[in-house]
């Protein structure tokens, strides 16, 4: 049985940083790019980065450019979302989820496994 497990999120306050992790198991992360997406109350699923397993990141919204970083540890089987200033812009309810095919160049957000999401608030 796959399983994504996202952990990390949490209620901060802006300008504070958070990491997000993600555990795979059930399948080798080594075998699938891995994507990171979030979706704020009333917005539309928004793709942030796709880590591909060679050609690097694919970062698809400059909403976060700069202030996030995606990573892969394939040993540990597991993916992390740095997120650096957070602001209230960022109040949404982030998945990690895999696909079997490279990361395409435009946003796309098909993918084959998904997780259940974990909430990040960003409140004073």
């Known amino acids: 049985q796959v399983q994504l497990v996202e952990s990390g999120g949490g209620l901060v306050q802006p300008g504070s940083s958070l990491t997000l992790s993600c555990v795979v198991s059930?399948?080798?992360?080594?075998?699938?790019?891995l994507g990171w997406l979030r979706q704020a109350p009333g917005k539309k699923r928004e793709e942030l980065f796709c880590?591909?397993?060679?050609?690097?990141?694919?970062l698809y919204t400059d909403a976060v450019s700069g202030r996030f970083t995606a990573s892969r540890d394939n040993a540990k089987n597991a993916a992390y979302l740095h997120m650096d200033a957070l602001s209230p812009d960022d109040t949404a309810t982030y998945y990690c989820?895999?696909?079997?095919?490279?990361?395409?160049?435009?946003?796309?957000?098909?993918?084959?496994?998904w997780g259940q999401g974990t909430q990040v608030a960003v409140s004073s």
């Open positions: 989820a895999l696909r079997h095919t490279p990361c395409p160049t435009v946003t796309e957000s098909f993918y084959d496994y």
């Open positions: 880590v591909g397993r060679v050609r690097g990141t694919t």
């Open positions: 059930g399948l080798l992360l080594r075998d699938y790019s």
